[in-house]
């Protein structure tokens, strides 16, 4: 018996039959409105940006170029300068001693905040219940309270004659009478004094997003390396760094942002001094702009600083992407 056709027989003259579109996500057709749904979604968001983030920088570009001084305050009007601004900084004396003090400052926060914070993180893994609870409101504490407030209690705490530091110092018998030693005075005492205040606001969230971490790091891995005989030291090297590789790359490229940029407590100590000693790049673009009355100048110094943020936080996060691909 022949078998029955399974399509009507075509008449002459008429098209041959095409089969339908497969429904592809690479279909055209119907299918377009959909592809472009996402990136309708996404506009809001594109324009909330471009109006809170974008502005403020294209407007700190253009003033940059400008002769912006306190008469153009007062009447409105700018005058374009090109690069003149960018060509002044470049040969202020100034540039090089503010930006390797930046550079080693920014460096040595980093360092000490992720070093402590780690640490902080693995004593939290490794306390019991009610420990890891107080520890936990302690850094909660720390870190909600406000920067200027902080820094104020910081300044009370270093203060001549009333400073509990001071006295605590004394006390010691060990350094001699400290009662009436102005630590913010000096150039080395200054910067440790910023430095200890920065890292203990930094602290708080490196180690509790480290701690969210470690507490993701399966047992069985530690139980199978004790077993092949490995220390506290080896399991720590190849167990728990490689598992919190992203989440240490995360919190340093934050860390060097923010302590790049570091300014309320720097201004409030020592407003860059002694002699400057303490002017980051950050208080120089301030009394540039503000103490100077020259905003142009102020404004190609940010724009300076941003540009070399960048470049230096792309390199690290692709130096970092790149030895995570060899490992």
Do not use: C
């Not at 027989?9 to 057709?29: I, L, N, S, V, W």
């Not at 910023?194 to 490196?206: A, G, M, N, T």
């Amino acid at each position: 018996m022949n078998a029955l056709p399974t399509q009507a027989p075509r008449r002459q003259g008429t098209p041959p039959h095409k089969p339908a579109a497969p429904d592809t996500p690479g279909a055209a057709g119907p299918r377009r409105p959909r592809q472009l749904q996402p990136y309708i979604l996404l506009i809001p968001a594109i324009v909330l940006l471009a109006a809170v983030v974008g502005y403020p920088l294209v407007r700190l570009g253009v003033i940059s170029t400008q002769g912006f001084g306190l008469r153009t305050l007062i009447t409105g009007r700018a005058t374009s300068v090109g690069g003149a601004n960018y060509t002044a900084i470049l040969h202020d004396s100034q540039l090089v001693p503010v930006l390797l003090r930046t550079v080693v400052f920014a460096a040595t926060l980093v360092a000490g905040t992720v070093v402590i914070g780690f640490g902080a993180a693995l004593m939290m893994v490794a306390a019991g219940r009610r420990l890891r609870v107080a520890m936990m409101l302690a850094l909660l504490g720390a870190w909600a309270m406000p920067t200027v407030a902080s820094t104020l209690v910081w300044q009370w705490l270093f203060q001549p004659t009333y400073g509990v530091i001071n006295w605590l110092l004394t006390q010691l018998h060990v350094f001699g009478d400290l009662r009436q030693h102005d630590f913010l005075a000096g150039t080395t005492s200054g910067f440790v004094v910023v430095w200890l205040l920065v890292v203990w606001i930094s602290v708080p969230f490196v180690a509790l997003t480290l701690y969210a971490g470690l507490s993701q790091i399966p047992g069985d891995y530690y139980e199978a390396a004790a077993i092949d005989g490995a220390g506290y030291l080896r399991q720590l090297r190849t167990v728990t760094v490689p598992f919190l590789r992203p989440v240490l790359m995360l919190v340093t490229v934050l860390s060097v942002i923010w302590d790049f940029n570091v300014f309320n407590q720097i201004w409030i100590l020592t407003k860059g001094g002694p002699d400057g000693a303490t002017t980051t790049i950050a208080i120089w673009s301030f009394t540039q702009a503000f103490a100077s009355q020259s905003y142009g100048q102020g404004a190609a110094i940010a724009v300076f600083s941003v540009v070399l943020l960048a470049v230096l936080v792309g390199w690290w996060v692709r130096r970092l992407v790149v030895s995570g691909e060899e490992s």
